[in-house]
């Protein structure tokens, strides 16, 4: 059996979906003050409109990753094709290519991380920076699983021979195992999105 082309397909999809998801998530943090012209949060005071700023910046990190990604968006379906033909030479030139492409992501992420990190540690309210450190694990999360995955294309791409049956076997459990540590990973990910999602809907309930 070859490792299973759909599920290669959904992790590649879910890439775009995930980080897609966690843009507009941050955008709220940034409603324009009408006294000040800057940047502020409903509710908090002291330097949370400085954090708000630098949380705009990490919104263009995410945004690079979502058109990073979009314009990748096809490399599963390439990726399934040469599997179902046993194409190893383009199984191994996609495999790389999924490989760098989630690289590039990667840095933009932990960018992304960074400047969440460096929110938190200004004088803002304690609900914000709950939030902040919420989707912080959530985003540290989702790169923590797609580095998990990335690991599956690497074996693809360095040991990947339909005419070696052991070796087929053998990628394809390593397949099945990554496939089901991506999930988990991923579900934790979006419990820890979710929970923020509700803190700040607590807290804008808090202002009405």
């Given at each position: 059996?070859k490792?299973?082309?759909?599920?290669?397909?959904?992790?590649?999809r879910?890439?775009?979906?995930?980080?897609?998801?966690?843009?507009?998530l941050?955008?709220?943090?940034c409603?324009?003050?009408?006294?000040?012209?800057?940047?502020?949060?409903?509710?908090?005071?002291?330097?949370?409109?400085?954090?708000?700023?630098?949380i705009?910046e990490a919104?263009?990190?995410?945004?690079?990753?979502?058109i990073?990604?979009?314009?990748?968006e096809?490399?599963?379906e390439?990726?399934?094709?040469?599997?179902?033909?046993?194409d190893?030479?383009l199984?191994?030139k996609?495999?790389d290519?999924?490989?760098?492409?989630?690289n590039?992501?990667?840095?933009?992420?932990k960018s992304?991380i960074k400047?969440?990190?460096a929110?938190?540690e200004?004088?803002?309210?304690?609900d914000?920076?709950?939030y902040?450190?919420?989707?912080?694990?959530?985003?540290t999360?989702?790169?923590e699983?797609f580095a998990n995955?990335?690991?599956?294309?690497?074996?693809?791409?360095?040991n990947y021979?339909?005419k070696?049956?052991?070796l087929?076997?053998?990628?394809?459990e390593?397949?099945?195992?990554?496939?089901?540590?991506?999930r988990?990973?991923?579900?934790?990910?979006?419990?820890?999105?979710?929970?923020?999602?509700?803190?700040?809907?607590?807290?804008?309930?808090?202002?009405?």
């Amino acid at each position: 059996m070859k490792p299973n082309a759909n599920n290669i397909l959904k992790n590649l999809r879910s890439l775009l979906f995930c980080f897609a998801f966690l843009s507009p998530l941050f955008a709220f943090s940034c409603v324009k003050a009408e006294k000040s012209g800057g940047f502020d949060v409903p509710g908090f005071s002291d330097e949370t409109a400085e954090a708000g700023q630098i949380i705009f910046e990490a919104n263009k990190d995410l945004t690079k990753i979502k058109i990073l990604y979009k314009e990748n968006e096809d490399k599963g379906e390439e990726l399934k094709r040469a599997l179902e033909t046993d194409d190893a030479d383009l199984v191994r030139k996609i495999s790389d290519e999924v490989v760098d492409l989630i690289n590039d992501g990667a840095d933009s992420g932990k960018s992304a991380i960074k400047k969440i990190q460096a929110a938190q540690e200004m004088e803002i309210n304690e609900d914000y920076r709950k939030y902040l450190s919420l989707k912080e694990e959530s985003l540290t999360k989702q790169l923590e699983a797609f580095a998990n995955y990335q690991q599956a294309a690497i074996a693809l791409r360095d040991n990947y021979d339909p005419k070696n049956k052991l070796l087929r076997e053998k990628i394809k459990e390593e397949f099945k195992t990554r496939s089901e540590n991506y999930r988990i990973i991923m579900e934790k990910a979006r419990e820890y999105s979710t929970r923020a999602n509700e803190l700040a809907k607590e807290s804008s309930k808090k202002q009405n």
